[in-house]
C-alpha cells in the first residue's frame, strides 16, 4: 500500500530582509548565493542584473525569516539599473577573490559605489567576504582582508565550499541576524497561537466549539504583534465581512508603525466590531467590488452581464456547457464590472474616455522588480488570483498561461504583456478595444474572445481571457505529423468561415480592421461542435486611425499593404481566404522566402495586379520593374537586380478540389483590386453558404465498421474527432 505523502507545511515568514552581493565580475558570486540557496539558484545565470532568491526555510532564534538576495552584475556599466537596489538594501555583501589582485584593488571603488547607492540616512548592514577555492594560488592575505574590512566597520569572513562547506552560511547568516537586531530590537516575532487556531479553521461546522464564535478567544488578545498576527487577524475579519475594517485596520498598523510603535493596542475592538455586524456597505449586502467573490457562483462558472449582453462561457471541457446554461442567475466578469463604473462616472476630460486600470502592489516594497521577465512557474499565483497551471506559448509582445482563477474557480487565459514601453501601450490598447467590442455585443454570439479581466502587477500587463483550445495552425501541423484522419474537412471548413465572418462582420461594422487574422489567432471552443474564436487584436486598429505599411503576418498579408495603397476592412477577407485555403491543403498557399516571392505567387495564382493599382502604390518601384512586366530583387552580395519568374496556375489547381462553390468564393475573397473584393457581409451571401453541409453530431456513436469507399474526387470523409 502506497504510503500517504505529509502535506507540507507552508511557513509564513516574519519579517524580509534584503541583502545584495556585490563585488568585481567572475569572483565567485554567483556560487556564493548557490551554495547559500542549497543549490536552488538557476545556474543559467551565469552573469547577472539582479536575481531575486527567496528563501523561506531559514531561521534564526525560532523566527522565520524571508531573505531576498539581488546578485549584481560586476559591471560597473549596470549601476544605473542595479542603484535601485543599493536604496532598498538592509545589508550589503561586499565580495573578492583571493585568487584575483584586480578584483581586491577595486574594492575601494566598490565601497564608493555603495556610498554613492545608499539613501541619506539609510541603516545598512556591511560585511566583507574573501571568495576562492584555489588554496596553491592565494596572491592575497587573510590579514589583508581584515585590515580594509576593520578599516571601514566591517566584519570579515572567507568563504570556500572546498575547505569548509557551512562558512557562508555562517557569513551571511551573520549579516542577517545583524540586520534582525538593528531593524527589530526586542520585538517578538511568532504570532500567538489563538490566532493561528483561528486561521486554521475560519469555518467550523460546530458553532459551539469554534473559536471563531467565541468571543473570549478574542478577548485574551490585547496586543497584535508584527505582521503574521496581523495577517491571521485580517483573514478573520474577512471571513466576517468586514473588509472595510480591514482596511482601516491596515491604516492603524501603518500610523503606529511610523510613530515608533511595535504594537497595536486591539483590547476590545474585535469584540464591539462582531457583536455590531457588517456595518452599511460591507457583508453580504455590499456593493460587489473588483476582485470580490461573486454571490452564488456555481463551481466552474464565469459571469456575463444580462441575458442578451452575454451567456456563461464553457472552459475548456464541452460537458460543462449545459449545467452553465442551466444558471439562471447572470453573472459579471471583472471588465463588465469596470465597463459598467466607468461609463456610470462622469470625468472632467472633455470628449476623452476613460478606463480604470488596478494595479497590484504589494504594499510593503518599493523600487523596481528584480527581472525584466516575469517568472512563470508551475503554481505561482500571479496578483493573489490567477495560479499558473501550464504554459501555453509566448508571441512577439507576450507570454500566455493557462491558469486558475482562485476566486471563481474557472480555468483562464493570462496574457503577460513583456516589460518593453511600446508592448504595454499595445496592450493597453488591446485592452480599450476588447473592453469596446464586449461593451457593443455579446463576444459568445459574433465568435470573438472575451476579456474577463485585466491589471499592471510587477511592471507587467496582464490581461485575462476565457481559455481556449489549440489554435487552427497548431491542430493542422498536427494531423499532418501524426497522419491522422483529417479534422479539417470541407463541411467543418465552411462552419468555420461562417463564424469568422460573423466575427469581422461584427468587428468591421464598430469600425475595427483585425490587421492579423492568421490560423495562430483563430483558436477552437469545441472540437465535438467544430466552434471558433477570433484572438489577438493588440494589432488592431480603427479604419479612422492612420494607418501604417506595417500590420498581417506576411503569409497572410494583402497586396494594397504590401504595395502601400490605402487599405481598410477587406484586408481580414484576403486573410481568411488563405486560411481557408491551408487548412483545406493543409499547406500556406502564399509560400515564400521574401516579400518579392510573395508578389510573384499572388501574381501566379490569382493574378495580374491591376494597372490603376500599381500606378498609384507608394512601394511598387521597390519591387516591378519600370515597364511593370515583372517582379525583381536585388543580390545582395553583387547588387544586381534579377527578375522573378513563377509559373502561373491557378487556385482551383492549388486547391484540388472538385467542390466549385469552395473554389469560386476563395477567389472572391482572393480578389487583387480591393475595390472588387467582397466585405465580410457579402461574402456571407455568396452560393457556397447556400449548400447544406452536414456536420457530424458530437453525440453520436463511433461505428467500428469499415466504411464503404468514397467515389473517386469525393471529399475526405469526416473521420468525427469528438472529444
Not at 512557474?377 to 495560479?387: D, L, S
Request: aromatic share 8%.
Amino acid at each position: 500500500m502506497a504510503k500517504a505523502r505529509r502535506a507540507k507545511k507552508r511557513v509564513t515568514p516574519d519579517v524580509t530582509l534584503k541583502l545584495l552581493v556585490v563585488g568585481d565580475a567572475e569572483v565567485g558570486k554567483t556560487a556564493l548565493v548557490n551554495r547559500y540557496a542549497g543549490g536552488e539558484f538557476d545556474p543559467k545565470y551565469v552573469s547577472t542584473v539582479g536575481i531575486d532568491l527567496k528563501i523561506t526555510k531559514m531561521q534564526i532564534d525560532g523566527h522565520h525569516l524571508r531573505v531576498q538576495i539581488w546578485d549584481t552584475s560586476g559591471d560597473e556599466k549596470y549601476f544605473s539599473i542595479t542603484k535601485g537596489y543599493y536604496a532598498q538594501a538592509d545589508g550589503i555583501i561586499l565580495c573578492y577573490n583571493r585568487s584575483k589582485q584586480a578584483s581586491f584593488d577595486s574594492l575601494p571603488r566598490w565601497l564608493e559605489q555603495i556610498e554613492r547607492g545608499i539613501r541619506p540616512g539609510q541603516d545598512c548592514d556591511r560585511i566583507l567576504v574573501a571568495l576562492g577555492d584555489d588554496n596553491d594560488n592565494k596572491v592575497i592575505s587573510t590579514q589583508r582582508g581584515e585590515q580594509l574590512a576593520q578599516a571601514h566597520n566591517m566584519n570579515f569572513f572567507t568563504t570556500s565550499a572546498k575547505e569548509d562547506a557551512n562558512s557562508t552560511y555562517l557569513a551571511i547568516n551573520k549579516l542577517v541576524e545583524l540586520i534582525k537586531q538593528r531593524k527589530y530590537p526586542g520585538v517578538k516575532m511568532e504570532a500567538s497561537s489563538q490566532l493561528k487556531d483561528m486561521a486554521k479553521d475560519p469555518e467550523s461546522p460546530n458553532e459551539m466549539t469554534s473559536p471563531l464564535t467565541d468571543m473570549s478567544n478574542l478577548a485574551n488578545l490585547p496586543q497584535i504583534e508584527m505582521t503574521e498576527s496581523l495577517d491571521l487577524v485580517i483573514d478573520f475579519l474577512k471571513t466576517k465581512g468586514l473588509n472595510r475594517t480591514c482596511d482601516l485596520l491596515h491604516e492603524e498598523w501603518r500610523l503606529h508603525t511610523a510613530a515608533g510603535s511595535s504594537h497595536l493596542e486591539t483590547e476590545g475592538k474585535f469584540e464591539a466590531l462582531l457583536k455590531a455586524g457588517p456595518k452599511s456597505g460591507e457583508g453580504e449586502n455590499a456593493p460587489r467590488q473588483l476582485g470580490e467573490a461573486q454571490p452564488g457562483l456555481a463551481p466552474g462558472e464565469i459571469g456575463v452581464a444580462n441575458p442578451g449582453e452575454g451567456a456563461p462561457c464553457s472552459g475548456v471541457e464541452d460537458s460543462q456547457v449545459a449545467a452553465q446554461d442551466a444558471v439562471a442567475v447572470a453573472r459579471k466578469t471583472e471588465s463588465q464590472v469596470a465597463t459598467e463604473l466607468e461609463m456610470k462616472t462622469e470625468t472632467p476630460y472633455g470628449n476623452y474616455s476613460v478606463y480604470n486600470l488596478k494595479i497590484i502592489y504589494d504594499p510593503n516594497k518599493t523600487g523596481f522588480e528584480e527581472s525584466a521577465e516575469f517568472p512563470i512557474k508551475t503554481n505561482t499565483v500571479i496578483a493573489g488570483r490567477y495560479q499558473i497551471l501550464d504554459y501555453i506559448g509566448s508571441a512577439a509582445f507576450s507570454h500566455a498561461v493557462q491558469a486558475t482563477d482562485l476566486i471563481t474557480g474557472n480555468l483562464c487565459c493570462c496574457k503577460i504583456i513583456k516589460n518593453n514601453k511600446d508592448f504595454f501601450d499595445q496592450g493597453l490598447d488591446e485592452i480599450k478595444l476588447l473592453k469596446y467590442i464586449q461593451r457593443m455585443g455579446d463576444a459568445n454570439e459574433w465568435n470573438v474572445v472575451e476579456i474577463w479581466d485585466y491589471f499592471y502587477h510587477r511592471e507587467h500587463l496582464f490581461i485575462v481571457c476565457e481559455l481556449l483550445r489549440d489554435n487552427l495552425y497548431e491542430v493542422s501541423r498536427y494531423l499532418k505529423e501524426s497522419g491522422d484522419p483529417p479534422y479539417f474537412t470541407m463541411p467543418r471548413i465552411w462552419s468555420i468561415a461562417q463564424q469568422c465572418l460573423k466575427g469581422l462582420l461584427f468587428t468591421h461594422r464598430l469600425g475595427l480592421i483585425h490587421c492579423d487574422l492568421k490560423p495562430e489567432n483563430i483558436l477552437i471552443k469545441s472540437f465535438s461542435r467544430c466552434e471558433v474564436k477570433i484572438i489577438d487584436f493588440g494589432s488592431t486598429c480603427f479604419t479612422t486611425d492612420h494607418l501604417t505599411s506595417y500590420v498581417q503576418s506576411r503569409s497572410y498579408r494583402a497586396p494594397e499593404v504590401i504595395l502601400g495603397c490605402p487599405y481598410g476592412v477587406k484586408i481580414d477577407v484576403w486573410s481568411l481566404g488563405c486560411i481557408l485555403a491551408e487548412l483545406w491543403t493543409g499547406d500556406v498557399l502564399f509560400e515564400n522566402t521574401s516579400i518579392q516571392y510573395l508578389l510573384a505567387k499572388v501574381d501566379a495564382f490569382v493574378g495580374p495586379y491591376p494597372a490603376t493599382m500599381l500606378q498609384g502604390a507608394l512601394h511598387t518601384d521597390k519591387y516591378f520593374t519600370a515597364d511593370r512586366s515583372c517582379i525583381y530583387e536585388t543580390d545582395e552580395e553583387t547588387n544586381e537586380a534579377r527578375s522573378i519568374n513563377m509559373k502561373k496556375s491557378s487556385l482551383g489547381e492549388q486547391l484540388g478540389t472538385s467542390d466549385a462553390e469552395f473554389v469560386s468564393f476563395i477567389e472572391w475573397c482572393l480578389t487583387i483590386d480591393q475595390e472588387k473584393r467582397p466585405s465580410a457581409e457579402q461574402c456571407l451571401t455568396h452560393p457556397w453558404f447556400s449548400k447544406h453541409y452536414d456536420l457530424p453530431d458530437p453525440n453520436a456513436t463511433t461505428d467500428t465498421k469499415d466504411p464503404p469507399p468514397a467515389p473517386e474526387g469525393a471529399a475526405p470523409k469526416d473521420p468525427g474527432f469528438d472529444e
